[in-house]
């Protein structure tokens, strides 16, 4: 059984910092591309950032960049996401998924990603 069960959500106030972690189980964690993605109100799913198989290769989104750092640890199969300076605008459901990939390079199509966990509230309010 897959899962990939996320924590760390809840509300925070606008400049504020959140941490969310989601723990893997049930596939080979170091073969896959993390990723997280988030859903606007109102809005699609959107790549937040996603990271490699090693870990030493990143995407981070235009809005999200240079507030927002993923990591992975592939001995705890997590991936993290350190959310910082928040705003408003942040507020969304919070999506930890898995794309199995060959190469150790990044992936941003949510296409690709085929394991989801079942996601985690942020909101930020000011």
């Known amino acids: 059984q897959v899962r990939l069960v996320e924590s760390g959500g809840g509300s925070v106030q606008e400049g504020g910092s959140l941490t969310l972690t989601c723990t893997v189980s049930?596939?080979?964690?170091?073969?896959?591309?993390m990723g997280w993605f988030r859903q606007l109100p109102g809005k699609d799913l959107e790549a937040v950032s996603t990271?490699?198989?090693?870990?030493?290769?990143?995407f981070g989104s235009i809005s999200t960049k240079g507030r927002f750092t993923i990591s992975r640890d592939n001995a705890k199969n997590t991936v993290s996401l350190r959310m910082n300076s928040l705003a408003t605008d942040d507020t969304a459901m919070y999506y930890c998924?898995?794309?199995?990939?060959?190469?150790?390079?990044?992936?941003?199509?949510?296409?690709?990603?085929?394991?989801w966990g079942q996601g985690t509230q942020v909101t930020v309010f000011s």
């Open positions: 998924a898995a794309a199995y990939n060959e190469y150790d390079v990044t992936l941003t199509s949510k296409s690709r990603f085929t394991y």
């Open positions: 049930g596939l080979t964690f170091g073969d896959y591309v």
């Open positions: 990271i490699s198989k090693s870990g030493g290769s990143v």
